[in-house]
Structures are given as C-alpha cells and as structure tokens.
C-alpha cells in the first residue's frame, strides 16, 4: 500500500471577472501518494497550473482543503504556509527564474542557505554534486544568460532539489526546451523518481508525461481520467507512448 501524501477533497477555485464568476476548479478530489511520480495533463485552460498552485499553496482556493502529512495548507497561516513550500516543497517551472547576476552555482547555493539546508559548507558541497548530477557542472560559473537553456533547466532542478524537499512541483519544466534538452531534463526527473522522489508535473509533451507512473487529465477544472502506467523503464518505450497517445486521443485530447 503506497502512503497518501498530499490530499484535496472539493478543490474549487473561481475568478470574479467583471461581476462574472467563472469556475476553474470544480470540486477535484484527489490524493498523491509518496513515491509516485504523477503528471497533470489536459488542454490548455484546463486548470492544469491553477490546480498545482492549488495543491502547492502557491495560490488560494475558493472551496475544498488540501492537506499535506495531516496539516491543512488553508489553516496555516501565512509565514507557516510559506516556511512549508520554502522548505518541504520544491517548484520548477517553464522559465527558470534564475537570479540574472549570480552564477549557476550560487543561484543553487542561495536557495540552500534560504531553505536553511545544511553549514555553508555542507550546502557549497551539495550545489556542487547536484550541478554535476545534473550534468550542468561545466556551467557552474557562468552567469544563466551564458548558459544554454537545457543547462539553465538543469540548474533550475539543482535549485529545487538542494533542500530535499517532499515533494517536487513541476509545471511544463521542458515547455522552453528542445526536444533533446527535454529528454535530458526529463531523464533527471525519472532518476530522481526512481530513487524515491516524489514528483507532481504539468505537462502538454506525451514524451515527457510518459516519464510518470500516474496520469490525470484534466479538462474544465474535472478530472476526467486517471491512469496508472508500470514505472518508466520497465517496459518498451514505444508501446508506453502508443499506449498513452491511445488513451488520450480516446479523451479528444
Ligand atoms: N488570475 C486569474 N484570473 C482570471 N482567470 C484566470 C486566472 N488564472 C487563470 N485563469 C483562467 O483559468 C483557466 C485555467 O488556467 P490555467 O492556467 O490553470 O490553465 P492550464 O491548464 O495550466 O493551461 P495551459 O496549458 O495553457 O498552461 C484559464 O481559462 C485562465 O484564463
Ligand atoms: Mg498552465
């Protein structure tokens, strides 16, 4: 039996635009559990980022609870809510939001020392294993503007990863990214799952979205399907992309 992570029950979140309520998730239940390395998919508007802010604390909700390890996200309060994603959660997204004037290296580094990681030593030395598991070593000391973007991603993930956290956040991590910069960055991700990461991910690329071992897919704030694959590797690549282009296309996807 695999242990429940993080559970929603009655996720709602609307926007009031010109006096005009529209509803962008509608009542979602949901669990994730630990280990798992789960994909959101769906076409675009369908709610996809809204609910992993949602899940995340990132963005508030309209109706629902969301609970992570028995704490009720909502219920805490500001500071406690962003000591949880500061140090418990770990988020990469399309862009890597990089600080502009710091190295590779220190823009890992920093988010250590802001998630209180470990000495400075102890942080200098895990940036620096955690650039070169994520084969970016070589541009540790360029700026993010002298890095390509696949090595820039990288880095992104080295930021995520240096404090350990609980579960890692992922909205389009390859969205910028060429297919063998994907490839690259998607194999990192299935290295870290396989060695016991938790990973939640948005994604539009079927390639990438076949790196899971759970997909949902959402279409107007619902989820309308729920698929569990074998984990990634244990079966022929090909098959794994057919099998899942076969049941997307079945949800007009
Ligand atoms: N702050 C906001 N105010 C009003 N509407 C919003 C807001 N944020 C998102 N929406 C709307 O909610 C819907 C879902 O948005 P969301 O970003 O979750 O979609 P998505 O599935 O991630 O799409 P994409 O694949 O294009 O990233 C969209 O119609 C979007 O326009
Ligand atoms: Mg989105």
Do not use: C
């Not at 998919?41 to 309209?62: C, E, F, H, N, R």
């Not at 959660?89 to 823009?107: A, H, I, K, R």
């Not at 390639?207 to 079966?235: F, K, S, V």
């Amino acid at each position: 039996m695999k242990n429940i992570l993080l559970s929603g029950k009655g996720i709602s979140k609307s926007f009031t635009q010109n006096g005009k309520e529209t509803k962008i998730l509608q009542g979602i239940d949901l669990e994730l559990y630990e280990g798992d390395f789960t994909v959101i998919m769906g076409s675009s508007g369908a709610g996809k980022s809204t609910l992993l802010y949602a899940l995340s604390g990132m963005d508030s909700i309209t109706g629902g609870s969301v609970t992570f390890r028995g704490r009720e996200i909502g219920s805490l309060s500001g500071k406690e809510a962003a000591r949880l994603r500061a140090k418990e959660f770990g988020f990469v997204f399309q862009q890597t939001y990089l600080v502009s004037n710091l190295t590779l290296f220190e823009n890992v580094a920093v988010a250590g020392f802001a998630a209180k990681a470990g000495s400075t030593k102890e942080i200098r030395e895990k940036a620096e294993r955690l650039l070169r598991e994520m084969h970016a070593e070589n541009a540790a000391d360029r700026l993010p503007s002298q890095v390509s973007g696949g090595e820039a991603q990288r880095a992104a993930v080295a930021r995520a990863m240096i404090k350990d956290p609980v579960l890692l956040f992922a909205d389009e991590p390859t969205g910028a990214l060429n297919q063998a910069n994907s490839e690259e960055v998607m194999d990192l991700f299935t290295g870290m799952n396989h060695s016991g990461q938790s990973i939640l991910m948005v994604t539009h690329d079927v390639r990438a979205a076949m790196r899971g071992n759970r997909i949902l897919y959402l279409e107007d704030g619902r989820i309308l399907d729920d698929l569990d694959l074998p984990p990634y590797g244990t079966e022929d690549r090909k098959a794994r992309e057919t099998r899942l282009l076969n049941r997307l296309s079945a949800l007009r996807w």
